[in-house]
Nanobody
Framework: QLQASGGGAVQTGDSLRLSCAAS????????MAWFRQVPGKEREFVAS????????YYADFVKGRFAISRENAKNTVYLQMNSLKLEDTAVYYC??????????????WGQGTLVTVSS
């Protein structure tokens, strides 16, 4: 129901935009979020956006570099990632919360998309 895409291999300092397309239900009334996970480590919260896009919330390690946005008409959420660092390498997951914002404990998860940053 949540399909993430846009991952790939980039170099430090590059930009990348991830997309998360929802299908099967309308997520326009849900808060949305991005998480990431490095193999061997716990999944961590990256960013969240309120259902109407007016509220955004970020983990400290991405503030000023990443931007979350959404287009409810397209049932799609984005994560614009700028000034990528080696430590941003991870599998990125989109997620949805029916009622909670920030969406730090999602009820719905998408599959991940791999982002690899190299020097």
């Amino acid at each position: 129901q949540l399909q993430a895409s846009g991952g790939g291999a980039v170099q430090t300092g590059d930009s990348l935009r991830l997309s998360c397309a929802a299908s099967g239900r309308t997520f326009s009334s849900y808060a949305m979020a991005w998480f990431r996970q490095v193999p061997g480590k716990e999944r961590e919260f990256v960013a969240s956006i309120s259902w109407n896009g007016l509220g955004t919330y970020y983990a400290d390690f991405v503030k000023g570099r990443f931007a979350i946005s959404r287009e409810n008409a397209k049932n799609t959420v984005y994560l614009q990632m700028n000034s990528l660092k080696l430590e941003d390498t991870a599998v990125y997951y989109c997620a949805a919360c029916r009622t909670n914002y920030p969406c730090t404990g999602p009820e719905y998860w998408g599959q991940g998309t791999l982002v690899t940053v190299s020097s």
